[in-house]
């Protein structure tokens, strides 16, 4: 059973920051691009940044130049720095394949609140 398991989740002021990982299984992470989305109440999950598998990287509109995503090879793991956080981040934060999803992690929770 492929598993994706998110971590680094929690709460935080305006303005402020975390980092996120995300362990996948090898099978997955080396084959294919691996993305980061976020689901807050009431929306649909979104996709708000991804990185190819030589390190292309792609983000949102509503993120970039606050978000860097990175691939960790030798952990098989992809991080999310989140920087200068908003309260419209708070979400639960997955990671997945867009091309070759599998089941869904529990996620992280993120809150961004003052």
């Known amino acids: 059973q492929v598993q994706l398991v998110e971590s680094g989740g929690g709460l935080v002021q305006p303005g402020g920051s975390l980092r996120l990982s995300c362990a996948a299984p090898?099978?997955?992470?080396?084959?294919?691009?691996m993305a980061w989305y976020r689901q807050a109440p009431g929306l649909q999950r979104e996709l708000v940044a991804q990185?190819?598998?030589?390190?292309?990287?792609y983000y949102a509109a509503s993120v970039k130049g606050r978000f860097t995503v990175s691939r960790d090879n030798a952990r098989n793991t992809v991080h999310l720095q989140m920087n200068s956080l908003k309260p419209e981040d708070t979400a639960v934060y997955y990671c997945?394949?867009?091309?070759?999803?599998?089941?869904w992690g529990q996620g992280t929770q993120v809150t961004v609140s003052s």
């Open positions: 090898g099978s997955i992470f080396s084959t294919y691009t």
């Open positions: 990185t190819t598998t030589n390190g292309n990287t």
């Open positions: 997945n394949a867009p091309s070759h999803i599998v089941r």
